[in-house]
Nanobody, 115 residues
Framework: VQLQASGGGLVQAGGSLRLSCAASISTFSSHAMDWYRQAPGKERELVASISSGGGRITYADSVKGRFTISRDNAKNTVYLQMNSLKPEDTAVYYC?????????WGQGTLVTVSS
């Protein structure tokens, strides 16, 4: 299994970024997926989750109304659209495959939001 996250970068507060996570697994469409983030000096936290078919979605309270998780099972890819970004959103963002026994983590992509 490989999870390739991309789309991070430097953005001003109020801006937007779209993260992508491409999975190299044939059973991707049956896997629930998550986006986590870890800010410097803080524990990794769950940002958003999406069920295998996309019908069940949950968000952390801190990102509700600003972030949108989605997936394209034909492309084996999960997305995180991040709008109205705040400096406190600065973190390394990781995608996580819950369908793999024990879970599987991608390598992370850095998002930096300047004030």
């Amino acid at each position: 299994v490989q999870l390739q996250a991309s789309g991070g970068g430097l953005v001003q507060a109020g801006g937007s970024l779209r993260l992508s996570c491409a999975a190299s697994i044939s059973t991707f469409s049956s896997h629930a997926m998550d986006w986590y983030r870890q800010a410097p000096g803080k524990e990794r936290e769950l940002v958003a989750s999406i069920s295998s078919g996309g019908g069940r979605i949950t968000y952390a309270d801190s990102v509700k109304g600003r972030f949108t998780i989605s997936r394209d099972n034909a492309k084996n890819t999960v997305y995180l659209q991040m709008n109205s970004l705040k400096p406190e959103d600065t973190a390394v963002y990781y995608c996580h495959d819950r369908g793999v026994v024990g879970g599987f983590w991608g390598q992370g992509t850095l998002v930096t939001v300047s004030s």
